[in-house]
C-alpha cells in the first residue's frame, strides 16, 4: 500500500503588483489505495505532470492528463478540470465537472477540502450564495481534526464574502498564522478601529517592501478619517508628506466621498432613537421652548424703553407690542419654513425691535435646523435683555449647535450673566444650561413659577435630563401629561414594556407605528420628521411606509419628500425639489444644503458636489465641509495644507468616506 501526499499551491493577490492574480485556496489531495505499485508510480508521474501544466498555464494538456488520472482519483482531478476549464473562461465545461464533484453528497465528508474548494468555485461561476451557505454549513459540523488551517483559510475567506466578518475573524484568530492585514481590515468594516490599530501596527512590523507598507498607511489614514482620530490622522498625513514622490496608493485604491445610505446600521438607530445624543437634545429643547407672548409682566420689564402709562405715547407702543400678539398667534400656526420668514419679515419692517421678537425668530430658525440663523437672533435677543435667562442659554446652545466658536470673553460673559441670581426665567434657563454644559450643577432652591411649572417645557426638559439614565421612561411626566403632542406620541409610542424582549419589542413597533397615517410626522418643525426617520430606518420599516400626503405643497413636506426620494434611489427628483425649495424660500442652511450634497454624490454628479461643499465651507465657514475638502485633498496628494483641514471632528449623517476596491482587495488577501 502506498500513501501520496500532492499538493499544488496557486497565486496569492498583491495589489501592490500591476497585474491582478486570482486568489485560490491551497488544493491538497490525498490517496491511500492502488492496484499496484507500478499502476501507482504511473498515476503519480500523471497527475504531477498534469500539475505542472497548470503551473504553466498550459490548461489543455493539463485537462488531458486530469481526464485519465479522474479514472481512479476522481474527485482532486475533477476539481482541477473543473479549475483549468474556469481558467480557459469555459465556463459551461467547468461548471459541469465541479457540479458532478458537488453532487456527490459522501465527498463532503471523505474529502472535505475537495469538496469545499469545489463549492467556492461554483460560487464564483454562479454568484449562487447556496455555494457559500454550503461550505459554511460543513464546517460547522468538522470535527476539531479536519478542520486543518487550509480548511480554516478557506472558511474565513466565504464568511468574507458573505460579510459576515465577525465569524470571518473568530476562524482566522484560531489559524497558527494571523493575517494582520486582513484582520486590520475586517475590525475597520465593523467599526471596531482600536482592534483595527492594533493589527495595522501588527501589520507594520511583519512587512518589508514599501509597497505593501505604503497600502498599510493608507489604511491607517482611512481608518483614522472614519474614526475621527485627529491627533493619528495628521501623524499618518506627516508621514505620507515624506512619501510624497513614491506614493501611488491612491490612484489604485483611491479615497472617495459618497452618499451613505447605510451609514448607519438599524441597531445604532436604535440607539439614536432611544438614547439622545448632545446634538437631540438640543434640538428638542429647542422644539419644546415657548414662543413669547408679550404679557404684563413683560411689559413693565421691557430693557429699552421704560414704559409710563400714563405717557399717550407709550400707551400706543403697548397697543402695538400687544397686536404683535396677534400676529404671533396667526403666525405660529403656519409652516415652520414659512413661519420664520413671516417673523423675519415683520422685525425688518420694524424700526425698533423687542427682544422677544428676536427671541421667537431664533427659535423658529432653530426649528428648522437654521443653527446659524438661531444664534442670530438668539444673540440679539440677549444684547436687549440680558436679564433674561433663557436668552442667554439659547444663545450659547445655539452657538454650540452651530458649531460657533465664541469668544472667550463673550462666553464667560454669557455664562456668568446665566448663572447669577433673579432674571426672568431664572429657572428654565438655569435648567437647559444644567443638561447641556454641566450635569452637576446645582439648581437655584427657589422654585419655577406656577406658570413655569404647568408648562410642557418644564415637564420637557426634566425628560431630556434624565433620559441618559432612564431612557425612554413610560413613568415620565411628560409622557404621560402630553402625549398628544406628536413628538411625545413617538417617545410613548416607544417605550419598552416591562419583561418585554427585544425581539418582542421590534416586533410591536413594526406592527404598531404609524405607516400610513402619519400626516404630522411628515411636516413640521424638522426634529419630527428627522426622528420618524429614524425610527423606521431602526425598524427596517422604511419601504413600507406612505410618505405621500395628497394635495401637501408645505415646504417642511418637500423637504422631507426630497428626502425620502434621495433614500429611494432617485437622487435627481430629490435635487429639483432641493433647487426648487432653495429658490423660493432662501433655505441655505447647513441641513438643506448637505441634503442637496449627498443628492449630488448619489447622482454621480461629483463637480457640482464638491462646488457646494466648497460654497458650504466659505460661506458658513463650515467644519464638516472643510474636513471633507481635506479628504479630497489627500486624495489629490496636496499635502502641503492639509493639515489644517482636520482640525474639528466629523460630524456629517448622510455624506461618507470609502476606499473604492476596499472589499476586493479585502477578498484577495
Known amino acids: 500500500m502506498k500513501s501520496l501526499l500532492l499538493l499544488i499551491f496557486f497565486g496569492v493577490v498583491v495589489y501592490a503588483n500591476p497585474q491582478l492574480y486570482e486568489s485560490q485556496p491551497n488544493i491538497i489531495f490525498k490517496y491511500d489505495t492502488l492496484e499496484s505499485k507500478q ?87 454562479t454568484k449562487d450564495r447556496k455555494y457559500l451557505a454550503t461550505i459554511t454549513d460543513i464546517a460547522t459540523e468538522l470535527s476539531s481534526k479536519k478542520f486543518t488551517e487550509d480548511v480554516k483559510r478557506l472558511v474565513a475567506d466565504t464568511y468574507i ?81 515624506e512619501l510624497k514622490n513614491e506614493f501611488n496608493i491612491n490612484r489604485k485604491l483611491p479615497l472617495k466621498v459618497f452618499f451613505n445610505p447605510k451609514k448607519f446600521s438599524a441597531k445604532e438607530y436604535l440607539t439614536k432613537i432611544t438614547n439622545f445624543d448632545e446634538k437631540r437634545k438640543i434640538d428638542m429643547i429647542f422644539y419644546f421652548s415657548p414662543f413669547i407672548f408679550i404679557d404684563r409682566e413683560e411689559i413693565f420689564n421691557d430693557s429699552v424703553m421704560g414704559y409710563v402709562l400714563k405717557n399717550q405715547e407709550n400707551i400706543t407702543l403697548i397697543d402695538t407690542m400687544l397686536q404683535y400678539n396677534s400676529f404671533l398667534l396667526t403666525v405660529i400656526k403656519k409652516d415652520p419654513i414659512i413661519r420664520a420668514i413671516e417673523l423675519e419679515k415683520d422685525i425688518n419692517g420694524k424700526f425698533e425691535k423687542k427682544s422677544y421678537e428676536y427671541y421667537n425668530l431664533g427659535l423658529s430658525y432653530a426649528q428648522i435646523f437654521d443653527y446659524i440663523n438661531a444664534y442670530k437672533y438668539f444673540k440679539k435677543a440677549y444684547d436687549l435683555s440680558h436679564s433674561n435667562k433663557l436668552y442667554s442659554s439659547m444663545t450659547l446652545i445655539a452657538a454650540k449647535r452651530a458649531k460657533i466658536k465664541l469668544t472667550k470673553n463673550f462666553e464667560t460673559k454669557l455664562r456668568n450673566n446665566l448663572l447669577s441670581k433673579d432674571g426672568d426665567y431664572d429657572y428654565l434657563g438655569k435648567f437647559v444650561y444644567k443638561i447641556i454644559f454641566d450635569k452637576k450643577y446645582q439648581m437655584p432652591e427657589k422654585k419655577p413659577s406656577r406658570t413655569d411649572r404647568k408648562s410642557i417645557f418644564l415637564r420637557s426638559l426634566d425628560f431630556i435630563d434624565k433620559i441618559t439614565e432612564q431612557g425612554l421612561n413610560p413613568n415620565a411626566t411628560l409622557l404621560d401629561v402630553d402625549v398628544k403632542d406628536p413628538l411625545v406620541y413617538l417617545f410613548r409610542s416607544l417605550t419598552k414594556k416591562e419583561l418585554e424582549s427585544n425581539y418582542e419589542y421590534i416586533s410591536r413597533l413594526q406592527d404598531t407605528l404609524p405607516k400610513e397615517y402619519n400626516d404630522y410626522y411628515l411636516r413640521g ?13 431602526a425598524l427596517g420599516i422604511f419601504s413600507k411606509v406612505d410618505f405621500n400626503i395628497e394635495g401637501e405643497i408645505s415646504p417642511t413636506y418637500f423637504k422631507t419628500k426630497a428626502y425620502v426620494e434621495l433614500y429611494k434611489n432617485q437622487p435627481v427628483k430629490s435635487i429639483k ?76 449623517d448622510m455624506i461618507d468616506f470609502k476606499i473604492e476596491g476596499y472589499e476586493e482587495y479585502l477578498e484577495s488577501l
Open 39 to 125: 499502476k501507482a508510480t504511473s498515476l503519480e508521474i500523471d497527475f504531477n505532470n498534469a500539475v505542472l501544466f497548470m503551473e504553466q498555464k498550459e490548461y489543455l494538456k493539463a485537462i488531458t492528463l486530469f481526464k485519465k488520472t479522474a479514472k481512479i482519483l476522481k474527485i482532486p482531478s475533477f476539481l482541477n478540470i473543473g479549475i483549468c476549464y474556469y481558467k480557459l473562461e469555459s465556463n459551461n465545461n467547468a461548471f459541469l465537472y465541479l457540479k458532478k464533484i458537488y453532487d456527490l453528497k459522501e465527498a463532503s465528508k471523505e474529502d472535505v477540502y475537495s469538496y469545499m474548494s469545489a463549492s467556492f468555485y461554483l460560487y464564483q461561476l
Open 525 to 537: 418643525p424638522m426634529i419630527i420628521t428627522e426622528y420618524y426617520m429614524d425610527v423606521v430606518k
Open 577 to 652: 425639489i432641493l433647487e426648487k425649495l432653495q429658490n423660493e424660500y432662501q433655505l441655505n442652511d447647513k441641513s438643506t444644503t448637505e441634503l442637496l450634497i449627498a443628492a449630488f454624490l448619489s447622482a454621480n454628479d461629483y463637480s457640482n458636489a464638491m462646488a457646494t461643499i466648497g460654497m458650504l465651507q466659505f460661506e458658513q465657514n463650515d467644519d464638516d465641509a472643510k474636513f471633507i475638502n481635506g479628504v479630497q485633498l489627500l486624495q489629490n496628494m496636496r499635502l502641503n495644507s492639509v493639515l489644517q483641514f482636520f482640525n474639528s471632528k466629523y460630524d456629517g
Open 161 to 241: 464574502m458573505i460579510k459576515d466578518y465577525e465569524m470571518a475573524i473568530k476562524i482566522i484568530k484560531t489559524m497558527k498564522y494571523i493575517d494582520d492585514l486582513k484582520l486590520a481590515l475586517l475590525y475597520i468594516s465593523l467599526k471596531n478601529y482600536d482592534m483595527a490599530t492594533v493589527h495595522l501596527n501588527g501589520a507594520k512590523e511583519k512587512y518589508g517592501d514599501k509597497v505593501k507598507l505604503n497600502e498599510i498607511l493608507w489604511f491607517s489614514i482611512f481608518k483614522n478619517i472614519k474614526s475621527n482620530s485627529l491627533a493619528k490622522l495628521k501623524d499618518d498625513i506627516i508621514t505620507l508628506q
